[in-house]
T-cell receptor, first 111, second 111 residues
Framework: AQSVSQHNHHVILSEAASLELGCNYS??????LFWYVQYPGQHLQLLLK??????LVKGIKGFEAEFIKSKFSFNLRKPSVQWSDTAEYFC?????????FGTGTRLQVFP | DAMVIQNPRYQVTQFGKPVTLSCSQT?????MYWYQQKSSQAPKLLFH???????NEADTPDNFQSRRPNTSFCFLDIRSPGLGDAAMYLC??????????FGPGTRLTVL
């Protein structure tokens, strides 16, 4: 069965620091990959997605992710975080018409 | 704006008293999902409808039921809520293989 691992459970950064959140999936075939963000008290929103093509995907709010097939990874990055990026981040892989979510990474950014 | 709407946003019920949560969408997506999300955890899929076809997750308790009377609406019925059912309930829609769009959620409190 497919699974998604997010190894960073809680990340604490200062503003302007660079961010990289890890995501690994366990499926060797064609994958559709997603990063969702959940700001405090708000609903899950799509940050970015990968279906095919350029493995470096640009998302909203300055986020990007790189699909590395050989490493089964889809890490999320942002060169300079802001206090407003404080949120829970979920990586997900599509399995037929369902999503398999990782356990999430809680990001706290301090001014 | 096209969106996913959930009502009510907050629901308080008593132990064992049936409760119904509703979800509507203006996206005209053919798939609707119900998730349970507990604090600082990933959303857990309860079931989903692909058009009128109901798909239950193997570990979803019988206490949880769902109805989808038409494309736009989907309901989650909890027949006898227990204290362990207190959670945020998320509705999502999609037109696979595209991403899922999430509603704001209904926070259920069981007294």
């Amino acid at each position: 069965a497919q699974s998604v691992s997010q190894h960073n459970h809680h990340v604490i950064l200062s503003e302007a620091a660079s961010l990289e959140l890890g995501c690994n999936y366990s499926y060797g075939g064609t994958v559709n990959l997603f990063w969702y963000v959940q700001y405090p008290g708000q609903h899950l929103q799509l940050l970015l997605k990968y279906f095919s093509g350029d493995p470096l995907v640009k998302g909203i709010k300055g986020f990007e992710a790189e699909f590395i097939k050989s490493k089964f990874s889809f890490n999320l990055r942002k060169p300079s975080v802001q206090w407003s990026d404080t949120a829970e981040y979920f990586c997900a892989v599509r399995n037929t018409d369902k999503l398999i979510f990782g356990t999430g990474t809680r990001l706290q950014v301090f001014p | 704006d096209a969106m996913v709407i959930q009502n009510p946003r907050y629901q308080v019920t008593q132990f064992g008293k049936p409760v119904t949560l509703s979800c509507s969408q203006t996206l005209n997506h053919n798939v609707m999902y119900w998730y349970q999300q507990k604090s600082s955890q990933a959303p857990k899929l309860l079931f989903h409808y692909y058009d009128k076809d109901f798909n239950n997750e193997a570990d979803t308790p019988d206490n949880f039921q769902s109805r989808r009377p038409n494309t736009s609406f989907c309901f989650l019925d909890i027949r006898s809520p227990g204290l362990g059912d207190a959670a945020m309930y998320l509705c999502a829609t999609s037109s696979p293989p595209n991403e899922q769009f999430f509603g704001p959620g209904t926070r259920l409190t069981v007294l």
